[in-house]
């Protein structure tokens, strides 16, 4: 029976046949009923006339053109230097005019809010002294660097590059899951995925009624030189990379490349007289702003680990003096900590006096007494995650897990509760994805990570950002690392109705 | 330009040219097989030892195995752990391109990716069990497209001359070397003609040389004319000459004063070599001259190498150091590979 179906390819229906969006769960391009929304009524359309075959075939042209440009991320776990494609699925998330409108004011608004914490907490520290938040939560964080306190940025933003990331819960509101603001990364794979869908939907859509991501590297330029210690014209600015081995090491050179800049890694820099130099062929030359893609631990052996050989000895003397920018500032994890993460409605209260308008989601922080006692008793319903780990390692699948996982997060829960919160899972919106073992489109899982550009002149929000997909069926883990892809994200330039 | 991304656009150079120039030189050596009548030993054993690496692969294959063409070219082709192989370099050129990616344009990344890429398919395993002759030829096609691509992409600024000065400065010692070896086979094999002319039409053939030697000699070929052509036509891209004096003129142009000891040496070795050609050479002094070339070529790289660098000093200027009494004249060795500096 089976062979039989495979020999018969089906032509006349589109890769959309038997399309069944998940029950309980927003689809980013169908109702209920499967009939698209206003804003994807066209690229559906396209779709829908779309056989497998050919789609298919799209697939693996694209794949096959990103490596070949060598648009990969290495793998850490892989010692020979293994370098991988972050996949693609070529069917665009869209996202309606008047919703993006929304939720760019949303992110300008949390941005300014966790801007202002930042400053207050290397500074006066107010919002603890209002009470508004509990202080040993914050100054306990092993991402607050007490040695900065009474630091200022010498750009005067210590956000310049954000990434927040949203989900949208099963009543359409897209709501903040993690905010990111000390090196955000995924901004390369938004320009290229949409070279990419260009070249291939382009005898069938017109781009332009799509808002254009390219001009991402030129509004980052701009805000370098913007945020540039005060007083300095000729600005030479600089993209700070740990090397080729470093997963992100694409994006690093892809952002240098475009803006024009080099891109240096630490040993190409010293610091002389509390001023930061680059080696160059023709002697040192002066660096006035790193966009550094380093950890604030591998930045300064000397500030932070004396035992660490990497770094640039010297340079956050250079950045206390006022000498030079970098971007974003250190000590910025204390913002996105995710146990600071539930407080930020109150910064944004308490600092700019307006409603938040971007939802996020209820979270238990298990350093609360009554929060802990209900996360230990719900283990099962709910989703714990390490306030310190990133890309998804850490963390606790309540509903999916097994009873010996959940014994041994209660024991980790209890043995250090700050380290700890939980929130209830929320079924993220799904999105028509390529199903290559049925040859179809099904539902999958996705999250979006818009990045937005900060300096004194206000904020910018590149249209649209990074839709990363769970491909596994049944899966909520969108990270690169564990199975995740991507999608280019089309945000509609006008509303249609 | 940033010193470490000079290092490795240099860096870049040497190793694509190495890569063209290992491929060519084993097909060249596959036909000279088939052309003379001597031991198969004296055919493969000279490539084996002109490129270095005669312990490590006696080491590996045993002292017979110098004789059997497969495994040479198996471990000059494949090899992970010879520093020379051409999977080495072709490796090597691909890490310097991404570490400089900035620097080449994308024309010129894809190439070099996708050879990269395309030496570690299945295909391209069996293409080389089944049509070696095509497979090497599209080493040096996609070798010979990227070395185009450099000149006609890139922005023929600071990168692309420490680039190119690259490739000369290999290319020089790839010629010398290739020289040397063929040099060597003659001088063990009998004075018969007909090898002779075998073994110095290979010679050419190794160094892309053959078509342009005959337009210069209109088919009188003696030992002495391919020997001179090979050491000194200007306008032979491959000529000992002709490398040394681009690579000093692309070194002249990044520095445009005469304070780097490296461009002084340049200078002075391409002097010494032009002085050598009004004299005239002896067949018997090719070994010595070839040796001297080689080794202060190797000497000039690494002092290259120190002084991309720059002063790291920011205040007060250091006066440029004056060069060392003597320096390198006891080098022997020759510097095969990037030193990584981090």
Known sequence: MWSVLQAVPNTRNGVFTSYQPLAGTYDEMVHADGSPRPHTKRIHAVLHSTPPREFAKYQSLAELSLFNQGVTFSVYSDQQGTEKIFPICLVPRVIGATEWAKLERGLVQRIRALNLFLDDMYGEQKILKAGIMPADLVLGAKQYEKTLKGMKAPGGVRIPIAGIDLIRSPDGTFCVLEDNVRTPSGVSYVVENRLVTKRIFRENIEMSSVRSVEQYPLELAHTLRAVAPQGETDVNMVVLTPGIYNSAYFEHSFLARHMGIDLVEPSDLFVDDDTVFVRTTHGPRRVHVIYRRIDDAYLDPQFFRPDSMLGVPGLMRAYAKGRVTLANAPGNGCADDKAVYPFVPDMIRYYLGEEPSLAQVDTYVCARDDDRKYVVENLDKLVVKAVDEAGGYGMLMGPQSTAAQREEFKRRVLAEPRKYIAQHRIELSSCPTWDPARERLSPRRVDLRPFILTSPEGSWVLPGGLTRVALVEGSYVVNSSQGGGSKDTWVEREAVT | ?342
């Open chain 2, 1 to 342: 330009m940033i010193s470490r991304v000079a290092d490795h656009c240099f860096w870049f150079g040497r190793y694509i040219d190495r890569a063209e120039s290992s491929a060519r030189l084993m097909q060249a050596t596959a036909s000279l097989v088939f052309d003379v009548d001597m031991p198969v030993t004296h055919c493969w054993q000279p490539l084996v030892i002109v490129s270095g690496e005669e312990a490590p692969f006696v080491a590996r294959h045993g002292r017979e195995a110098l004789g059997h063409g497969d495994l040479v070219q198996e471990y000059m082709t494949w090899s992970k752990e010879s520093q020379v192989s051409l999977a080495t370099s072709v490796r090597a050129a691909r890490e310097c391109a991404r570490a400089v990616r900035d620097q080449l344009s994308l024309e010129l990344w894809e190439e070099i990716n996708e050879l990269y890429l395309w030496l570690g398919r299945e295909s391209t395993e069996t293409l080389y069990h089944e049509n070696r002759e095509e497979f090497y030829r599209n080493v040096r096609r996609s070798t010979q497209l990227i070395l185009g691509l450099v000149r006609s992409t890139m922005l023929h600024g600071e990168p692309m001359r420490f680039l190119w000065m690259g490739v000369m400065l290999e290319r020089a010692g790839q010629t010398a070397r290739i020289l040397d070896m063929h040099h060597h086979t003659m001088m063990r094999e009998s004075a018969h003609d007909i090898v002779r002319m075998a073994l110095w039409m290979s010679l050419l053939r190794a160094c892309s040389g053959a078509e342009g030697f005959m337009k210069k000699h209109q088919g009188r070929v003696t030992a002495q004319s391919m020997v001179e052509f090979v050491l000194f036509e200007s306008t032979f891209p491959r000529s000992i000459r002709y490398c040394l004096k681009a690579a000093s003129d692309q070194l002249g142009r990044i520095w445009t004063e005469p304070t780097h000891t490296s461009r002084r040496r340049l200078s002075s070795l391409l002097a010494w070599l032009e002085s050598q050609q009004k004299e005239g050479v002896e067949l018997g002094q090719i070994h010595p001259l070839l040796t001297y070339v080689v080794d202060e070529s190797a000497a000039i790289c690494s002092r290259l190498s120190e002084e991309i660098q720059g002063p790291t000093q920011v205040s007060p200027p250091l006066p440029p150091t004056p060069p060392p009494e003597g320096e390198g004249a006891n080098r022997p060795s020759q510097s095969q590979t990037q030193v990584q500096s981090a």
